[in-house]
């Protein structure tokens, strides 16, 4: 609820109208002139509340309004049982309001009047809050303009920002071209019913604009309860009179409802404060031109004004023209804190050859080169080994020029604090966030972010409990850097959803750096608009110019990373037209490092912006006779957007084994409401080829090891070794392609709003890293994209059908060996027992721990009760995942089908006796 400015009144008795409940006035028309009773300080309108409404065949009520051309409201059956009327203009109908219900079809039917609301002059909220005389005021709202004049409300002086309200009546803003005469019209005045915890149910009203054809935004404040609000809700957006307040010639004040909520976010923890409502249009829509929103906070310089509807008073501007407000300082969009591993693994080759802490370092500088100067983003980094960095590398800061050399250093930014973190010691990543708290206090305005690095696995406390949401409000992206051979999947998997974040699992510095960027995508921008990877080969100086559509987007940046330092890439766009843009081209920011290097284009770009776009990457530097041979370099190419749609992943907290059914939902909508028109999505899943359990059980498990003073353990320790001895990965990926669909049957949900699912019985039959690559496109004329990735470690599931259990057990004392194994028959694995539970069967009891056989088998140390007529067996819990019972096959218990044997035969020879009863008749 905003303004108080009317009251709601009970009609009694209830007021039934139809032929079920008399006689017709005329021919099937059941005619009712209600007399609503007038507010002691003058009626402004009212709106009718009918409930129980029946309209069978083709009846339907009819409410005349008092607009222009005769308009009235129509409700048939597709209307419910139970709504409102939009405001009627009491000026134009008078003292009565003319109801009528006609049969078309049916002889049965009829609705009932059971309230109305009554806009009227009204004091101050009463709540106790409000006693202050700072609160004093007196309302006016008056959409339909009495005939006699128009009077100004007396305003609250609390909600002044200055002595007197600095505003002014629109109607005088001169010339007609000026832009705030170009806006008001799409700005216009909700009216709905509310709840007032104090005064019951009211009449309310709160400042709306048009931002499409037919959406409306306005404060998430003004519509708590939005779908029970809605039901009410109808929008004004001619409520105005000339300069000198007096009321126009020809003045027709009219309302549209509205049709259902697209959106609501307050009080909900996200410091968002806003509501989107879809108007149900007449027959050649509002006549009206929307304001569309932007995607971006104004920038310090901007000029701003504001028009609104003050306490339900006509259209007024602040500040009064010709004057306008100009933006001091922006408000801070986000605070990210990096959290950054230099533990002593980091020390090990890269993929690309040079230590993994340099490549590390380069895609980081490239996450802080990214980011915005001076718009009001705040960035901070910790850095992490046996402890964190004590004081903060970086405390949390407003992204500057000046604080991005320091984090950073000049080009080739690989210098800087980021520059200067050297491996050594063992992983506390749970210091380390501790610490990224420490830096993002609760209780701000502002969105927290978290962005972790790791390459490895914690071994140092404080440890991550990822099953803990705590802190609920700062979002966890993790990026990890390695194989299954080095990384936690499964903590960082589920610390990042339990946190609405994404992780992802780079396996190459190439992946490393392209995911740096993704995360500045999606932290800060609407997304990737694609993403591939190529390859520029030995010799060869241009690739093949990539197309990309731009339909609404208003930046876009072009990122480009290589594999082989200094190989010295760089970027040219081609706009629709053929028109080049370079890094040195007017309006375009640009950037570059040794490893990759991007190109930052606010749109439109003199004059271009939809159409195909072409980005051709070439390498830098000399060629000809004497020039040094040039090498194949693999690189990527990811476009960055700011406006237009949005990919998101749908929060999915659950915990993945295989076997499962996953079903990866995202959501395809705009950030200002609604959702793209011709909306496709497929995915593309990389999964797991082979079994690391069946591995390590084949190869055995062997010993931690120490690097740097970076321990690491058994179970992973062996998978290094192996991929040492091999050269190349122990685990592979294959390719997947599905299509997604908004439907409600594969999404679930209540109505088709943007999702995209598809649930997938027999994808997860290999414990690993999984991951989705979404690709949407959408567009009527112009056809946009946006890609949306993540990943999602799988554990194995186990299945007490396949899991091998053997036992020695002698005098009701000895041991249960288990190979666990899931559905598929593949081995959980050795090195697994801390994420399971062990307890006895019924009957058998555990007397030890359960020892890891090193070989993918575990042994418990049991007693067992051969009385309890169960065989020997266990019960194995994983987290997040009902337990199972596994027995020894080979050594059952007391035959427990023993007495149902017992019964059958008793009953096969009392049919026996009977039987030869009836021969013998």
């Not at 969105?447 to 705590?470: A, E, K, W």
Request: glycine share 12%.
């Amino acid at each position: 609820m905003s303004h108080v400015t009317g009251t709601v009144q009970p009609v009694s008795p209830v007021l039934k109208i139809g032929p079920d409940f008399g006689p017709p006035t005329s021919p099937n028309t059941w005619t009712v002139n209600f007399a609503y009773t007038p507010a002691p300080t003058g009626t402004k309108l009212v709106m009718l509340h009918f409930t129980g409404a029946s309209f069978p065949a083709t009846n339907r009520l009819e409410v005349d309004l008092g607009y222009g051309g005769g308009e009235m409201d129509v409700f048939t059956s597709a209307d419910g049982t139970d709504f409102w009327t939009r405001p009627i203009n009491v000026y134009a109908v008078g003292a009565t309001v003319t109801i009528r219900y006609i049969t078309n079809g049916a002889a049965t039917g009829g609705v009932q009047l059971d309230q109305y609301g009554r806009g009227e002059r009204h004091t101050k909220d009463p709540d106790p809050p409000y006693v202050d005389p700072k609160f004093d005021s007196l309302s006016n709202c008056d959409p339909f303009l009495n005939p006699s004049g128009y009077q100004q409300p007396d305003f609250a002086t609390f909600w002044f920002c200055s002595n007197l309200p600095n505003w002014e009546n629109t109607a005088c803003i001169k010339p007609p071209g000026d832009i705030r005469n170009t806006v008001a019209p799409a700005v216009g005045m909700i009216v709905h019913v509310d709840a007032n915890k104090v005064l019951g149910f009211v009449v309310s009203t709160c400042s709306v604009t048009l931002v499409s054809a037919d959406t409306i935004v306005t404060a998430g404040h003004c519509m708590t309860d939005p779908i029970e609000d809605a039901k009410s809700a109808s929008v004004i957006f001619n409520y105005a009179t000339d300069c000198n307040n007096n009321v126009p010639n020809n003045y027709n004040g009219r309302f549209f409802k509205v049709k259902e909520v697209i959106r609501q976010r307050f009080a909900d923890g996200s410091a968002n404060d806003y509501c989107l409502l879809r108007l149900k249009l007449p027959p050649g829509g509002l006549g009206i031109t929307p304001v569309p929103m932007r995607a971006d906070i104004p920038a310090v310089g901007e000029q701003m004004f504001g028009i609104h509807h003050p306490n339900g008073s006509i259209k007024k501007l602040s500040i009064p023209h010709p004057g306008f407000a100009t933006v001091t300082s922006s408000g801070v969009k986000r605070d990210v804190m990096l959290v950054f591993d230099r533990s002593g693994s980091m020390s090990l080759p890269g993929t690309s050859g040079q230590p993994k802490i340099e490549e590390a370092r380069a895609a980081a500088s490239l996450f802080v080169q990214l980011v915005h100067a001076g718009t009001g983003n705040r960035v901070g980094l910790v850095s992490f080994s046996t402890t964190p960095s004590s004081p903060v590398d970086f405390p949390l800061a407003d992204v500057t020029v000046a604080n991005k050399n320091t984090l950073i250093g000049p080009a080739p930014f690989t210098g800087g604090i980021v520059g200067g973190l050297m491996p050594g010691g063992s992983t506390t990543i749970g210091g380390g966030l501790n610490a990224a708290y420490g830096q993002l206090p609760a209780g701000g305005t502002n969105p927290r972010n978290i962005l972790l690095f790791t390459d490895g696995l914690q071994n140092t406390p404080p440890m991550v409990n990822p099953t803990d949401s705590f802190p609920t409000d700062i979002t966890i992206d993790a990026i990890g850097y390695g194989t299954p051979a080095s990384i936690d999947g499964a903590m960082l998997t589920t610390l990042a959803t339990q946190h609405r974040g994404q992780y992802v699992l780079a396996d190459t510095n190439l992946k490393l750096q392209k995911f740096f960027a993704l995360a500045f995508g999606n932290i800060f921008e609407a997304g990737l608009l694609m993403d591939p990877e190529f390859v520029l080969g030995s010799g060869q100086t241009t690739a093949a110019p990539v197309p990309f559509n731009v339909c609404e987007e208003e930046i876009i940046t072009i990122v480009v990373g290589w594999d082989l330092r200094d190989a010295g890439l760089r970027i040219e766009l081609t706009t629709p037209s053929g028109a080049t843009v370079t890094s040195g081209s007017p309006g375009v920011q640009s950037s570059a490092s040794r490893t990759w290097t991007f190109l930052r284009v606010p749109l439109p770009h003199a004059g271009e912006r939809d159409g195909t776009w072409k980005v051709t990457v070439f390498r830098a530097g000399e060629v000809g006779e004497f020039a040094a041979p040039l090498p194949e370099v693999r690189y990527f190419v990811t476009v960055i957007v700011s406006g237009g749609a949005v990919l998101r992943r749908t929060p999915d907290n659950a915990k993945y084994y295989t076997g499962d059914v996953i079903n990866p939902l995202v959501g395809l909508s705009y950030l200002q409401g609604g959702f793209p028109p011709n909306a496709k999505v497929k995915v593309a899943v990389s999964r797991p080829d082979a079994s690391v359990g069946n591995l390590l059980s084949q190869e055995k498990l062997g010993p931690s090891v120490v690097i740097d003073a970076d321990t690491i353990p058994p179970r992973h320790a062996t998978l290094m070794a192996i991929e040492s001895r091999t050269g190349k990965p122990v685990v592979g990926y294959t390719q997947h392609t599905f299509d997604m669909y908004g439907d409600i049957i594969h999404t679930g949900a209540f109505e088709t709003a943007g999702l995209f699912g598809n649930s997938f019985k027999d994808l997860l039959t290999v414990e690993g890293n999984y991951t989705f690559h979404f690709q949407a496109s959408y567009g009527d004329t112009c056809t946009a994209t946006r890609e949306l990735l993540w990943s999602l470690h799988v554990e194995p599931g186990i299945d007490p059908s396949t899991t091998i259990v053997t036992t020695d057990v002698s005098g009701g004392r000895g041991t249960i060996t288990l190979v666990p194994k899931d559905k598929y028959g593949n081995n959980l694995g050795p090195g697994r027992g801390d994420g399971l539970s062990v307890t006895g069967a019924p009957g058998t009891i555990l007397t030890g721990p359960v020892r890891d056989n090193g070989d993918g088998s575990y042994t418990a140390p049991v007693n067992w009760d051969p009385g309890s007529g169960n065989s020997p067996g266990v019960i194995i819990g994983q987290p997040s995942r009902p337990p199972v019972v596994v027995h020894d096959p080979k050594l059952p218990g007391r035959d427990r089908c023993r007495k149902w044997k017992l019964l059958f035969w008793l009953m096969a020879l009392v049919a026996l006796v009977l039987f030869l009863l009836w021969l013998l008749k």
